[in-house]
Nanobody
């Protein structure tokens, strides 16, 4: 089992920045990809960004150039630096971790961007 705890969400004005963190604990050995997804009210959960344990990254087109995902394998922590935030970025952001063909999820952290 892998436990994921997110932090760093909050309320920010459009154009502002936030940094999300997600710390993994439990059976962290052999965690492969970690990532961030988001779900806005009335919408399906969508990919924001992922990063493998080797550092390869993937981003949704809507966040390219504004968001940066990074990872500290020694701390079993993944980060999401979000710059130039827009109201449409408002959502609950979920951290994920893939291990042995299972995907684990955090409890989510709310990000609200006001116009």
């Amino acid at each position: 089992q892998v436990q994921l705890v997110e932090s760093g969400g909050g309320l920010v004005q459009a154009g502002g920045s936030l940094r999300l963190s997600c710390a993994a604990s439990g059976s962290v050995f052999r965690i492969n990809a970690m990532g961030w997804y988001r779900q806005a009210p009335g919408k399906q959960r969508e990919l924001v960004a992922t990063i493998t344990n080797g550092g390869s990254t993937n981003y949704a087109d809507s966040v390219k150039g504004r968001f940066t995902i990074s990872r500290d394998n020694a701390k079993n922590t993944v980060y999401l630096q979000m710059n130039s935030l827009k109201p449409e970025d408002t959502a609950v952001y979920y951290c994920s971790a893939d291990r042995q063909r299972l995907r684990y999820w955090g409890q989510g952290t709310q990000v609200t961007v006001s116009s």
